[in-house]
């Protein structure tokens, strides 16, 4: 009998392990293309006005929050470090949590991720969504996040009372010398420059250092549910068949989903596609996948960044928005018929194919190798100066930037956060490998 249930249980583990890992090969040249455009977009597009000039959440400053988003890095983590760091000199709140949204839900990683995974209208739906989020955050969070939480949440960050997190912009940014340099050259120049397109990957690889964890636990955890949870199961969780009253449950479980799965970013896409496959709504869908902001561990980070009280009127205030926002384009999909009527027997076929598929995969890991290659190159072909390796975690960080650095055996350090630093002053032998 113990033999029976360990071979069911080895055999589930392995049926679920395939099912993620061909979820990760259907997607793979989507991630590629997907992270190797968002790299360039971030290496040559400015920023530094755009970061000056969200002072307030008025009309212009929104869309100039929103276009920051959208030509930074897809990481949730990066995202709320990099909100945060605004908001500490001097942007205004809401403009700052605009910046977030936009960064994780109007990417162009996430869109092609999406096609692929899932089709063409959950994509359609969320570049659709998310603008509708980010009216109704300006709406809400003017109501809901009152100015003197605000304010002792801004003096808390400025007087040092909070972990700097990771900073993706100490991580792997381009430094403010050589984005001034890329600035001042014309497009041409820029298109043509190797330091320039050696700034690009380190962009690239950054952004998937970022997120290595959130993918793999995004296909390890959708190849779970899709294999091990039966259909019963998802039809106790989300009520189905009762119209409107389906899509309001389904659009208020979508976020608390995302709360307790620990998955953000573009790792919540697979996860989403086993939702689908499992019974849940377009529109809880959606939900689900704008939810990528209020998982567990950054609730954590904006309670140590902003202090609890205003982490709980954030966190009721997102969970409203993206639940709107979800029942909004159900709506809005299901009135010019645009919500797919069928759901796929199987999320992705388990086995190779000589299809464009594979095709794709084999030119882009070429790609890949191209990137990695001028990456690991940068400093010899004039990028990268000023930069240096957090031992920790091994994230590039601009030295000059740096959010933390410390001396050992006469030699310098520099780290992401406070966080990575702490961690090598409690063992640093085992970091700079003198063991």
Request: charged share 15%.
């Amino acid at each position: 009998m113990n033999g029976v249930l360990f071979a069911s249980v080895v055999g589930g583990a392995g049926r679920s392990l395939r099912e993620g890992f061909f979820m990760f090969w259907e997607t793979l040249w989507p991630l590629v293309l997907g992270f190797g455009l968002s790299g360039a977009v971030q290496a040559f597009v400015s920023k530094h006005e755009m970061q000056r000039v969200m002072g307030d959440h008025r009309a212009p400053s929104v869309v100039r929050a929103s276009a920051l988003g959208m030509v930074s890095s897809s990481c949730s983590y990066a995202a709320t470090a990099m909100a945060k760091s605004l908001f500490q000199k001097g942007a205004d709140f809401i403009a700052a949590l605009v910046f977030m949204f936009a960064s994780t839900n109007l990417v162009i990683e996430l869109g092609i991720v999406l096609v692929v995974l899932m089709g063409w209208q959950f994509a359609a739906a969320e570049f659709v969504g998310g603008p509708i989020m980010i009216v109704l955050l300006v709406l809400g969070g003017a109501a809901v996040l009152r100015p003197d939480l605000v304010g002792r949440a801004r003096r808390r960050l400025q007087e040092g009372g909070a972990d700097a997190g990771h900073d993706h912009q100490g991580m792997a940014g381009v430094s403010e010398e050589r984005q001034e340099e890329l600035e001042a050259k014309p497009w041409r120049g820029k298109l043509t420059s190797k330091a320039a397109w050696a700034d690009a990957a380190t962009y690239t690889m950054a952004d998937l250092k970022m997120l290595r964890k959130e993918l793999a636990a995004g296909y390890l955890i959708a190849g779970l549910l899709a294999v091990a949870v039966p259909s019963q199961a998802w039809n106790d969780v989300f009520i189905r068949g009762h119209g409107f009253w389906t899509t309001l449950e389904n659009v208020i479980l979508g976020p608390p989903i995302a709360f307790v799965s620990f998955v953000c970013s573009v790792g919540n896409v697979p996860m989403a596609a086993a939702l689908w496959h499992g019974g849940i709504s377009f529109g809880g869908v959606i939900s689900f996948v704008f939810a990528d902001l209020i998982t567990f561990p950054l609730v954590l980070i904006y309670r140590k960044y902003y202090g609890g009280q205003l982490t709980i009127r954030i966190v009721l205030l997102f969970w409203a928005v993206m639940s709107s926002a979800g029942l909004i384009v159900q709506g809005l999909f299901t009135a010019v018929g645009l919500v797919p009527t069928s759901r796929p027997r199987q999320i992705v076929h388990t086995g190779f194919e000589l299809n464009y598929t594979t095709v794709l995969n084999v030119v882009f890991i070429g790609l890949f190798a191209v990137l990695y290659w001028l990456y690991r190159n940068r400093e010899r072909l004039g990028g990268g100066r000023g930069y240096a390796l957090d031992p920790v975690c091994g994230m590039q960080v601009e030295t000059a930037n740096a959010p933390a650095s410390v001396a050992h055996a006469g030699v310098r350090y520099w780290f992401c956060s406070d966080h990575c630093r702490e961690r090598f002053e409690s063992d640093a032998d085992r970091f700079v490998g003198t063991r």
